[in-house]
């Protein structure tokens, strides 16, 4: 099982800015046009240039993904391989994702009429069959290395114990809960237009905490509810009753 | 009506007319031209005004609903009776036009079903999306007695009229649980936006803050509604009702500020209140708008025994509750997302023609239904059951 869940290290040092990734990437999920400066619809990844260095922008495909916790109708999912698809047979277009995702990833056909959610999907077609992602097959330095998600980390590991000129950090390993996409890189992150990671657990923890008072608000709120009701026709009652009471206590004497 | 004389264009049927020829105008952008050409949303700011207004303050503003609702009928206020099928009507209206505003909202609005057959129970959406669909037939069902009351069929109407009164009251009780839980949550939408969400407003107690903002919000906007009612659509209520309404604003309204200073000392935004920037200013006119200038004006004797006055009081509350939605929606994420949106026109339009025909019905409600008395009672209910309920005896 754990050789199967697959991912990505990207190297920041190997980087060269060739802009390969970008076009094998375009090539694999039939995008038009030309690399772009930002993700968007037509582009899933995306070298910048930060502090001298090139930084791929792309879907981290979290552990636990926020994206996929706010889906209402299960459009993406993280699979077992370790990409996190999304499923445009069952989206039905609330943006929520868009909101959740800390990095802001997914992107919207805003210019269509029939528009869906667009993100890297981590080539989950490819994967299946036991394929690299398109990006890491096309880079020449290797600076992007596809592999199993451990077999990776372990690599990751093996390069900052060898060379103390890297930043003793593998972003992704903790991030988000954990992902499946890894930098490792000489320069500190933050100085590289990385997000900084808002918590120590995943995003979507925060949410259960809050849906998981469900259960409790109904019953102890119901209950509540149900008890004042009973006090209430008790009241209605009584005052009933004894309102009866005087008018025949009236009547008897008169 | 007696409107025999009245003329056949008016300013009001005027200004009608132009909101629907935009309105339309703005559908046909939506739908036949595209989402660009209808809406300034962007991968940046992928909700805009759509959810920060129709929804989150159309559902807000609902709230008197379920009080009003538990007050009578679970609480036994005799005395807000009169209110309340007012009160229902707004909610209906109010989760009416929300449903209708999500075909504009959605991508893909003709797979509005897909909730109901995909399930995803770690969606904070999910749970909304279900309350909102399962209170907005609770709602319908409140409701009904208005209709069916003026249906020809003397046994139907009879026979309904009696189920009704005898299981009206479970649907009240899932009706608060229900808006309890779906108010609370617009605000839980927003507890993954850690990171993103400015720390003004990011507090993993957004369901409490919402929940406990909607609740004034609701009763502010039945204030406007009777008071509108009462001064153009020929009703009468005692108008110390709305004095008494007012009146439960304040603490209202101060739990909530009470609640929003713990929290924010609790969340660390405290050192956010004072900074040069925007968001600062947006804090503190959602702040005075929604607290502060509302609790002051409410203590004023002069203020409190006016109607218009109090009108106009909760016209300030209910824009200092829109405020701090559309703070949470939009203002508190545009510093992460670089977003810098302002709703185009056809966003407007569309909400402005959706709330007018909310409005419509709620004026042709009143006109036609039984909604609101037409004359005041002879003897006033008093404060809890007892009182009315020997007076009908």
Known sequence: MAENKKALLIDITKCIGCHSCEVACKAAHELPGDPEPNLSETAFTTVQEHAGKNIRRLCMHCEEPACASACLVGALKKTSYGPVAYDKTKCIGCRYCMIACPNSVPKYEWSKLVPYVKKCDMCVNRVVQGQPTACAEACPTGATMFGGRDQLLREARRRLDNDSSYVQHIYGEREFGGTSVFFISDVPFENLGFTVAPAEEPLPQLTQAALGEVPTVVLVGGSLLAGLYWITQRRREVALAEAAEKASRKEERN | ?393
């Open chain 2, 1 to 393: 009506m007696p409107d025999d004389k009245k003329p056949l264009i008016t300013p009001w049927r005027v200004i009608l007319a132009i909101i629907f020829a935009a309105g339309l105008y703005a559908t046909y952008l939506r739908f036949a031209v595209g989402w660009s050409a209808a809406t300034n949303m962007s991968d940046a700011q992928p909700w805009g005004i759509w959810v920060g207004l129709a929804t989150l303050c159309g559902v807000g503003l609902s709230a008197g609903g379920f009080a009003t609702a538990a007050a009578v009928y679970l609480l036994g206020m005799e005395r807000y009776r009169p209110i309340c099928r007012t009160a229902i009507i707004i909610a209906f209206l109010g989760y009416g036009s929300v449903c209708v505003g999500y075909a504009y909202e959605l991508g893909l609005p003709w797979r509005f079903w897909h909730p109901v057959v995909y399930w995803n129970r770690h969606s904070v959406l999910f749970e909304v999306c279900w309350c909102i669909i399962m209170y907005t037939t609770v709602l319908a069902i409140e409701f009904s007695p208005a209709l069916v009351e003026k249906l020809p069929w003397k046994s139907l109407r009879e026979w309904y009229l009696h189920w009704h009164h005898r299981i009206v009251i479970a649907f009240v009780l899932a009706g608060v649980l229900l808006s309890s839980l779906h108010q609370s949550f617009l605000g839980g939408l927003f507890i993954i936006t850690k990171g993103k969400e400015y720390p003004l407003w990011y507090s993993t107690h957004l369901t409490t803050l919402f929940y406990l903002s909607a609740i004034p919000a609701g009763l502010a906007m039945i204030v406007i509604a009777l008071y509108l009612s009462v001064r153009s659509l020929n009703v009468k209520i005692d108008p110390e009702i709305l004095r008494e309404l007012s009146a439960v604003l304040v603490p209202l309204l101060a739990i909530f500020a009470i609640f929003r200073g713990v929290d924010l000392a609790h969340e660390g935004g405290l050192g956010y209140l004072f900074r040069w920037r925007s968001e600062t200013g947006y804090f503190w006119l959602e702040m005075a708008l929604f607290v502060f200038i509302p609790i002051v004006l409410l203590n004023l004797e002069r203020i409190r025994n006016s109607p218009v006055a109090l009108y106009w009081t909760s016209a300030i509350v209910v824009m200092g509750f829109i405020a701090n939605r559309i703070n949470v929606s939009i203002t508190g994420l545009e510093r992460a997302t670089h977003a810098g949106y302002t709703p185009k026109w056809s966003e407007l339009a569309i909400t402005v023609m959706l709330m007018t025909c909310a409005v419509l019905a709620f004026r042709y409600a009143v006109l036609y239904l039984d909604i609101l008395p037409r004359s005041l009672a002879e003897k006033r209910a008093k404060w809890l059951a007892n009182a009315g309920v020997v007076a009908n005896a």
